[in-house]
């Protein structure tokens, strides 16, 4: 497999190397972990996948792999990263399609993503880790669980699901086809409303400023091809087989993976855990970053290295 390294060394400032501006809540730069690093992998297919790599500062209490929502990229994970132990080793990528990650041509799938991870797993020289995916992250990392069972030492499944539903092939289609019709722009009113609690935004204006700002760096046509992704998606055949630790964390107004489906999941699940974050809705990586960080720990406090 061919790879490749790219250091950003003008990048490297604040926590884990972002500048103050890719805070979105203004978490204080007093990580004692080392500078972030970027680096590049690259698929079976040729298409390079940038992740962003933040070592253990002490001996490592375990592997982390990070993995953002739709039309993100790996800054979604800033605040969570801050808040964790400095002792954890941490990879968070940008998924193909997104951030500084090659763009090519479609059809997409959470196969494919899942796959573009195992690329990265190769290159930073990780045999297993715990997976943690937000929504979009969180359905490839139910595909990679299913289909790289090995390489997983646990799950934290954060305001995600298994399967869109029925109508999810049509509505996921409309809102890729209101991209390409309108850009990025025509959606930021209504994600801004399902990605964070009224009471966040008016609070937090940087915050979702940010969040609006990386979601507008979106090429339409890859933005496309993901929601047709995610209209397809459906894991759920996997999910019995399952035998590592998996917690399951929802925001309680979660109106785009919604309560119902994360209990749909924790009962399919064995021994896997459900918490619902009160008033908190699809963000809550962002919103409440301290919480999300503490379910990851406690996964990673579970997981047995494969």
């Known amino acids: 497999m061919l790879s490749r390294d790219i250091e950003h060394r003008d990048q490297v400032t604040g926590v884990c190397g972002y500048s103050a501006s890719q805070f979105f809540i203004g978490h204080l730069a007093m990580s004692t972990r080392p500078a972030l690093t970027l680096k590049t992998a690259t698929t079976t297919d040729g298409t390079h996948i940038v992740y962003a790599r933040c070592a253990a500062s002490q001996p490592t209490k375990g592997r982390l ?3 953002h929502s739709l039309a993100m990229d790996h800054t979604f994970w800033t605040p969570v990263i801050d808040a964790l132990p400095a002792n954890i080793d ?7 399609g997104h951030g500084r990650s090659d763009k090519p041509q479609g059809p ?4 494919l993503f899942a796959d573009d991870l195992c690329a ?3 290159h930073a020289g990780w045999s297993s880790a715990v997976l943690a995916g937000a929504s979009m992250g969180g359905s490839i990392s139910l595909s990679f669980a299913a289909r790289h069972a090995a390489l997983v030492e646990g799950l934290a499944l954060i305001d995600t699901t298994a399967c869109y539903g029925e109508d999810a092939i049509v509505a996921w289609k409309e ?3 209101k991209a390409l019709d309108g850009g990025m722009a025509a959606l930021t009113g209504f994600q801004e409303q399902r990605w964070f609690s009224d009471a966040f935004r008016q609070a937090n204006p940087n915050a979702v ?5 990386v979601f507008l760096q979106n090429d339409p046509l890859p933005y496309m091809e993901t929601c047709r992704m995610l209209g397809t998606c459906d894991t759920r ?3 019995p087989a399952f035998d590592f630790p998996v917690a399951i964390v929802v925001g309680e107004e979660d109106y785009a993976t919604p309560v119902s489906m994360a209990q749909a999941m924790h009962t399919a699940i064995p021994g896997a855990t459900l918490q619902i974050i009160d008033k908190a809705r699809h963000y809550t990586p962002i919103e409440v970053p301290d919480i999300i960080a503490s379910a990851i720990n406690e996964v990673l406090s579970r997981a047995q290295p494969c």
């Not at 997409?108 to 196969?111: H, L, N, P, T």
Request: glycine share 4%; hydrophobic share 60%.
């Open 209 to 213: 400023a940010e969040s609006i700002a």
């Open 90 to 96: 941490v990879i968070a990528i940008d998924a193909r």
């Open 120 to 122: 990265v797993f190769a």
């Open 108 to 111: 997409y799938s959470v196969e």
């Open 175 to 177: 809102r890729g086809q």
């Open 65 to 67: 792999a990070l993995l």
């Open 237 to 239: 055949n996997a999910l």
